[in-house]
């Protein structure tokens, strides 16, 4: 076996970049000396992946991931050593003489793409081909077909593949590749894409791993055509418009996605080079990894109508877990970004995505255009948008949005967060149960709103303990996590706490610690001194029910019940005048 020499392998590893390298993957943010991302190895929502260029090597905190410019080539594009170093030289311009070994199975593939690239850019040169004529036909110059190098297939069987075998490229690699497929009868194979114009597709690293063809034949079937899967080209989360779109994805800390070769086309023309498109399929969760490791923020583009929005919504299934923010743009009816560009501009297609609104809100606003007239239509509305609310990661992003649907529906946003959840546990959210039930009375309410406010002022403690408040709390898990409270005092840590509160405590406490209304302190003060004093009228007519009852008893002490009954009535009007100003019973 051949090896690579020592000193080539120094070589290439010292002028390597290595921020360079990992941020065609990664969305990488300066920290200090090193750089901070996205870990590609494991999923995460918060970055543990850092990269320092001083020492050449990465490593991920999360998942103990570490290595060099050659182990990450190797993890990511699943390279053996040789070729990892093959590959990062080549890029290098550096020479690595010929061992005979150490290609990776997929540079024969590549070769043949990029022949394949090569051979259909000549085809397009050549004067008078339909490919040019269409291109120019729908108002596009020489100088882009040059810029986004769009090739022509023609219309005969063996283009690509007499291409192949005059550079020997054997005819199973351009089989593999997707150029090629067999041919039904006999032996022999034919070329796939014939009498279409061509899009090449690259990878993060520039490399063609497939082709986009627009048929140019009237009645010609279907209108685009890509090559199908292959080692090198997984359409699950392959974009149209890479590696160009990368430097303007990090500049812009955005990506817009569409769905057409002509609408990427169309938004790079207009300004807006950190626009991808999707290669014939459905956004997909490898799209949605793909995104996020490079940026937090998408626009989608779509059409007005109803199919449109269905699948706008569909993307948001996806992108939405993935933590995405997605903002969603509305093209005029009928026209895709091409057209926009061509009849009123390039500032008109950049208003567009410039001012694109967060999708989740087109989504309610179709929702509730459904009706909200009746009980069960407002239901139905909030049932509908309640499964993408429920796919947000965020709390605080999750939350608004309920908090938005509640207001366009009409109804109040603990109904949407109990649709959510009925939703986020795969139920149907119109079956949504509080998950507290809410009718538990005034007593429940009064210890819930008791506890939130030390929850959220724990150094309001001290005015329960000087009441001896504690004993009028009932058990249960209100009094549980009061008194973890009180027994911190305001040192009050709600993460620790968690720990240690059984889970009916734990599951107040955390659905206290997320509501985002804040309770003023003196507001919350008011609210402990209210609920104590109601808690103290409520023991003392307890007494005074069960004195009630005793006094019917025959053999009851009728002068004993009824002096403590008079000196229940003093203790209760006592209470009631311990805050005159305030009467009883008034809002907080
Ligand atoms: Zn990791």
Known sequence: MGRIPDEIIQRVRDQADIVELVGRSVALKRAGRSYKGLCPFHDEKTPSFHVNPDRGG????????????????????????????????????????????????????????????????????????????????????PEDAELFEVGFAPDAWDTVAKALGAARIATAMGEQAGLLAPRQRGDGHYDRLRGRLTFPIRDARGRVIGFGGRALGEDQEPKYLNTPESPVFRKREAFYGLPAALAPIRQHDRA????????????????????????????????????????????????????????????LEVLLPAGLRVRAGLLPPGADPHDLLTREGPEALRAVVEEAPAALDFTIERAVARGIDTPWA?????????????????????????????????????????????ASRGEDARDAVPVTPR??????????????????????AERIAAEEGEALLPAGPQRELICAVLEAGADF????????????????????????????????????????????????????????????????????????????????????????????GTPV
């Open 493 to 584: 840590d709600v993460a620790r706490a968690a720990d240690r509160l059984d889970p009916e405590a734990t599951d107040l406490l955390r659905r206290l610690a997320v509501d985002d209304h804040a309770l003023e302190a003196a507001a919350a003060a008011r609210t402990i001194d209210d609920t104590l004093r109601w808690l103290r009228q409520q023991r003392v007519r307890a007494r005074q029910r069960e004195l009630t009852q005793r006094l019917r008893s025959e053999s009851a002490d009728a002068q004993a019940i009824l002096t403590e009954k008079e000196r229940l009535q003093r203790e209760k009007q006592a209470i009631s005048h311990r805050n005159p100003e305030r009467p009883m």
């Open 58 to 141: 990465y490593y991920c905190f999360g998942c103990q991931e570490g290595g060099d410019v050659f182990s990450f080539l190797m993890k990511v594009e699943g390279l053996a050593f040789v070729e990892a170093v093959r590959s990062l030289a080549r890029d290098l311009g550096i020479e690595v003489p010929e061992t005979g070994d150490g290609e990776s199975k997929a540079e024969p593939v590549y070769r043949a793409t990029e022949l394949a690239q090569e051979t259909y850019r000549e085809c397009y040169a050549a004067s008078g081909n339909d490919a040019a004529r269409y291109w120019e036909g729908r108002g596009l110059s």
């Open 378 to 422: 407002k239901a139905d509305a909030v049932a509908s948008v309640a499964p993408l609310l429920a796919a947000i990661p965020s709390g605080v992003e999750r939350s608004e949005f309920s908090r938005r649907l509640a207001l366009a529906v009409g109804t109040e946003p603990r109904h949407v967060d109990d649709a959510v959840r009925a």
């Open 439 to 460: 009718s538990l009375g005034p007593e429940a309410r009064k210890l819930d709103l008791l506890a939130r406010c030390l929850v959220e002022h724990p150094a309001l």
């Open 256 to 315: 817009v996605v569409v769905e057409g070769y002509f609408d990427r086309i169309a938004l790079a023309r207009a300004g807006v080079e950190e626009a991808l498109a999707t290669c014939g399929t459905s956004l997909t969760e490898g799209h949605a990894r793909q995104l996020r490791r490079r940026t937090r923020n998408v626009v989608l583009l779509f059409d007005g109508d109803e199919a449109g929005l269905r699948a706008m919504e569909r993307s």
